[in-house]
Antibody, heavy 119, light 104 residues
């Protein structure tokens, strides 16, 4: 059973860049679409984007200008960078993987990490 | 872009009740990519149903999904205390806004 674990700073200042990493264990990163999803406090889920194991990416159009995803196959991990953050970017950030390669329903999730944007 | 609208926003029910949650898409979508999740406070979402009607691994058979085109439903045949949570539908990168089941 694959396990995902997010890591990164819990506090980021406005206008700075949010950086998170998702460590994948119990399975190889060399397949699947690897996703980031966020959830502002008390609100619903928002898909941020994915990076495919080949390195190709697809981002939510509403965030595309500020998002960069990358992966490190040697460390079995992938990363999210979100630039020019504002308080509206305060959220729990999850990494997630689809249940089957080629599908887009997520059966594997990290536990989530709260990132607060505040000066 | 597909928009998913879930109804109702909140339901107050009792253990043992039967409940049906609705998810309506802004256009006809492929049922192959319609999923349902359960989320409890402080936890990541849990996949319940994929392909509109297939239960994910380990999901009790009191959960069932159905629908096609633009209208989909999640039914819980008999609510257990642990089923009180927020439920989301998803189509590809789009999530519905959620339906909260609360104890009456």
């Amino acid at each position: 059973q694959v396990q995902l674990q997010e890591s990164g700073p819990g506090l980021v200042k406005p206008s700075e860049t949010l950086s998170l990493t998702c460590i994948v264990s119990g399975g190889s990163i060399n397949s699947y679409y690897w996703n980031w999803i966020r959830q502002p406090p008390g609100k619903g889920l928002e898909w941020i984007g994915y990076i495919y194991y080949t390195g190709s990416t697809n981002y939510n159009p509403s965030l595309k200008s500020r998002v960069t995803m990358s992966l490190d196959t040697s460390k079995n991990q992938f990363s999210l960078r979100l630039s020019s953050v504002t308080v509206a970017d305060t959220a729990v950030y999850y990494c997630a993987r689809p249940s089957v390669a080629g599908r887009f329903d997520f059966d594997s999730w990290g536990q989530g990490t709260l990132v607060t944007v505040s000066s | 872009e597909v928009v998913l609208t879930q109804s109702p926003g909140t339901l107050s029910l009792s253990p043992g009740d039967r409940v049906t949650l609705a998810c309506r898409a802004s256009q006809s979508v492929s049922s192959n990519f319609l999923a349902w999740y359960q989320q409890k406070p402080g936890q990541a979402p849990r996949l319940l149903i994929y392909g509109a009607s297939t239960r994910a691994t380990g999901i009790p058979d009191r959960f069932s999904g159905s629908g096609s085109g633009a209208d989909f439903t999640l039914t819980i045949s008999r609510l257990e205390p642990e089923d009180f949570a927020v439920y989301y539908c998803q189509y590809w990168e789009t999530f519905g806004q959620g339906t909260k089941l609360e104890i009456k």
